[in-house]
């Protein structure tokens, strides 16, 4: 038995959970990225409230994804990355404007730093504050949401905002180009007629399942990077995107969409875009089965992060 009074502190205390054990750390000078929880959900959805756990699920189930990736990646992107995790906004999920507020700022924070934030949801309504923030440092900023909602329905006057207007305000407060701007994975049944029109009367580009199955994944990314080029991305990816069988444990889930094989396939061909913040979002922990969602989106947290990786690397 060793001394104890010998033993280094690493010996002694255990670290913070983390996305893949990567650093945790406030400090992104020499940060390339950093993974941002918002814990935060609306309460809205009539029985299914959780998301605001999200961000810890996914931590957890990182430690089922390695490092390597022998087809695709087969070196250590998260060290070259410098990716750090700096845990959890502080904030109240009551308490909307301020948790957007918080949300908004530590994020900025990162982005102000040089480094990409890669928010964790929280229900899809996080994305608008992580957008406001990467748009203060990226004006012009494109968005592509792989969701099966729009989330860009008209405005309850009397109820600002919920999970289902996050991109109407993104656009109406000019924070994003929606005509650079697109919603892909759309499917199933809506809570108001008219949502696929009002989105594109906002001006973005809506890209149905069926649209993109017709089209291919090859020929439609390779489309929007000729639409996209070098502009600046934001990519929020809504777990809900995925067909229930794979990732169950999300607020609204849909019948018919990606398999796991399908949507990781879809991030992959996405190498190339000027991705420079992202969130991955809709986990629900108290819906989910043996972490299965917290798994998928951890894995594609990892995907996301090559992505960013290299597009770091291609503007160096």
């Not at 989330?151 to 309850?156: E, H, L, R």
């Not at 049944?189 to 001006?203: K, L, W």
């Not at 995107?241 to 991030?267: H, K, N, Q, Y």
Request: with cysteine.
């Amino acid at each position: 038995m060793k001394d104890v009074e010998s033993l280094a502190a690493k010996d002694l205390y255990t670290a913070p959970l983390t996305f893949m054990e990567v650093p945790y750390s406030t400090n992104f000078a020499s940060a390339g990225a950093a993974i941002l929880g918002c814990p935060f959900d609306c309460g809205t959805h009539p029985f299914r409230v959780g998301a605001r756990q999200g961000p810890q699920s996914i931590r957890e189930q990182s430690g089922l994804v390695r490092r390597y990736q022998a087809e695709f990646a087969d070196y250590d992107a998260l060290a070259e990355l410098g990716l750090v995790d700096c845990g959890d906004v502080v904030l109240t999920p009551s308490r909307i404007e301020d948790a957007f507020a918080r949300i908004e700022e530590a994020a900025f924070r990162i982005v102000d730093a040089g480094a990409a934030p890669i928010g964790f949801g929280g229900d899809g309504s996080v994305s608008l504050p992580l957008i406001r923030a990467a748009a203060r440092k990226f004006p012009g900023l494109a968005v592509l949401h792989v969701d099966s909602h729009t989330d860009a329905y008209p405005v309850d006057a009397e109820h600002k905002y919920d999970a289902a207007t996050q991109f109407t305000h993104a656009a109406s407060e000019q924070r994003v180009l929606p005509s650079l701007s697109y919603h892909v994975g759309l499917r199933g049944t809506c809570s108001e007629p008219g949502v696929y029109a009002y989105g594109r009367d906002m001006g973005y580009n809506l890209v149905t399942l069926h649209e993109f199955q017709d089209l291919g994944a090859g020929a439609f990314v390779q489309s929007l990077k000729e639409h996209l080029q070098d502009r600046p991305v934001y990519l929020s990816w809504d777990m809900d995107v995925f067909d229930p069988s794979c990732a169950p444990g999300v607020c609204t889930p849909i019948w018919g969409g990606f398999s796991a094989r399908e949507g990781l396939d879809l991030l992959r061909r996405l190498s190339g875009l000027n991705i420079v913040a992202a969130d991955v979002n809709t986990v629900s922990p108290p819906q989910d089965v043996n972490g299965m969602t917290g798994f998928l989106a951890a894995a594609v947290t990892f995907e996301t992060i090559l992505l960013i990786e290299r597009a770091r690397n291609a503007v160096a």
